[in-house]
């Protein structure tokens, strides 16, 4: 692996604005100290997505031989020019431009690159924020390969809690593709106090909820966590279900319950036995969990950057890695297999609808099972997270690049230095042979 060079450092600095340090003395100064409050600002970010402990969380353990991924490295890749809307990048410019704590390029099953900003390591864990929502989505393709779920079947049909609400009308489907048409709004910045869409943040750690924090469940049954939250969703009331993808992080928590009740596990149990657990990881995986200790299905994973790749190397060889079929083989095949309908979903979502809306994604075709799939015939998708979390699967390159990153906004659709990062994948798989 490579460490950024000094004048790399500098651009990254320059680029973040975040010149500050962190949790750099012992203790820290009021001014440098990562809050609950501040935990998903910069430059606090820098510090607190490489120490998640800062929210309650729970382990994913490794187990087996740890599995080396073996080098084949190529010096000129990080400085592969590539043009985007007018201007030239090299991979490592678009790379820092995006504020990137650490990336790694793999080919074939070869390292072709790895590279390291600032104080994040090989050895360091790092959030995947919501491309947690896309391991939750395979996760559940197991149990659909064993028979015990039926994506065609009402959420009601395995969580009685939600019978009768809007959730559990819908089917296992609609959730998977976020197509629910939901009475809420993914919206990280305007986050009014008593909003509905805030009430979820705050059980979704994403907003400090000290008061939830002190309520006993035995004396007040105010729902602290995800779960108990999730009957209190209602249907858009001018919208259908089955007509257009939203991205919506509630859909998950149901899959994630849904994973727990079948299986009689709970989520982090079930994704350690059945599929960290053949990875041949290099180290223990953690979760975040809410305030009742649930993993959050929805955003929870955190893990080191070259086993965040090993997850991708999974998925581009049809789930099997590590001589395990870690993934179901059928269900990562239909992940990237667009139905038409499924098309149009997202052709009418925000993020297709207008090329000139700030959110227009020239890069997505569909949304399926938590991926992002650019490419359904080549087999190219993604993972995504927000503050720049990204897992690049191209089945056709057999081409897998991981990044971790900690930016100043959290939505990547909407944030221009995204754009040519997006970008520099493609430039890879272009160059590579």
């Avoid at 991708?312 to 001589?323: E, I």
Wanted: hydrophobic residues 40%; without cysteine.
């Amino acid at each position: 692996m490579k460490k950024a060079t000094i004048s790399s450092l500098i651009g990254l600095s320059l680029f973040s604005g975040a010149a500050m340090a962190v949790m750099d003395t012992i203790p820290a100064s009021p001014e440098k100290q990562a809050t609950k409050g501040t935990w998903t600002q910069a430059p606090y970010n820098k510090w607190t997505f490489r120490n998640m402990g800062l929210h309650p969380s729970v382990m994913v353990p490794r187990d087996g031989d740890i599995v080396a991924i073996p080098e084949a490295l190529d010096p000129k890749l990080a400085e592969l020019e590539f043009d985007y809307q007018g201007k030239t990048y090299t991979v490592r410019d678009a790379m820092i431009g995006d504020h990137t704590d650490g990336y790694i390029v793999v080919h074939n099953g070869k390292v072709l690159h790895e590279e390291y900003f600032g104080e994040f390591t090989e050895k360091d864990h790092h959030m995947w924020a919501s491309s947690t929502k896309s391991l939750t989505g395979q996760a559940l393709g197991l149990l659909v390969e064993q028979g015990k779920v039926d994506v065609n079947a009402k959420v009601e049909t395995y969580i009685e809690e939600l019978k009768g609400t809007h959730f559990g009308q819908r089917t296992v489907r609609e959730v998977l593709n976020m197509v629910t048409a939901l009475n809420y709004s993914e919206d990280y910045v305007n986050m009014e106090p008593g909003d509905f869409s805030t009430e979820y943040f705050r059980r979704l750690g994403f907003v400090a909820a000290f008061d939830l924090e002190a309520i006993d469940p035995i004396k007040d049954d105010t729902p602290r966590g995800l779960l108990e939250f999730a009957p209190f969703f209602t249907q858009n009331p001018d919208l259908q279900p089955s007509y257009k993808y939203e991205y919506h992080s509630p859909n998950v928590d149901v899959i994630g319950w849904i994973i727990s009740r079948v299986s009689g596990q709970p989520l982090q149990t079930f994704i350690a036995e059945n599929i960290w657990s053949k990875l041949g990881a290099e180290h223990d995986a953690f979760m975040m969990a809410d305030m009742t200790f649930v993993a959050v299905a929805t955003g929870g994973m955190n893990t080191t950057l070259r086993d965040f790749a090993r997850v991708g190397m999974a998925m581009a060889n049809n789930g099997k890695y590590n001589g395990e079929q870690v993934f179901s083989e059928d269900w990562v095949k239909d992940t990237f297999a667009l139905t038409e309908e499924e098309k149009l979903h997202t052709a009418r979502s925000d993020y297709r609808v207008d090329e000139n809306s700030p959110v227009y994604d020239q890069w997505l075709e569909g949304y399926k099972n938590y991926l992002w799939v650019h490419d359904s015939e080549k087999g190219i998708g993604s993972f995504r997270g927000v503050f720049g979390q990204n897992l690049y699967i191209n089945q056709e390159k057999n081409l897998v690049i991981a990044t971790f990153s900690s930016t100043p906004s959290a939505s990547n659709a909407a944030r221009e230095t995204n754009r040519p990062r997006m970008a520099a994948f493609e430039a890879v798989a272009n160059y590579i042979k």
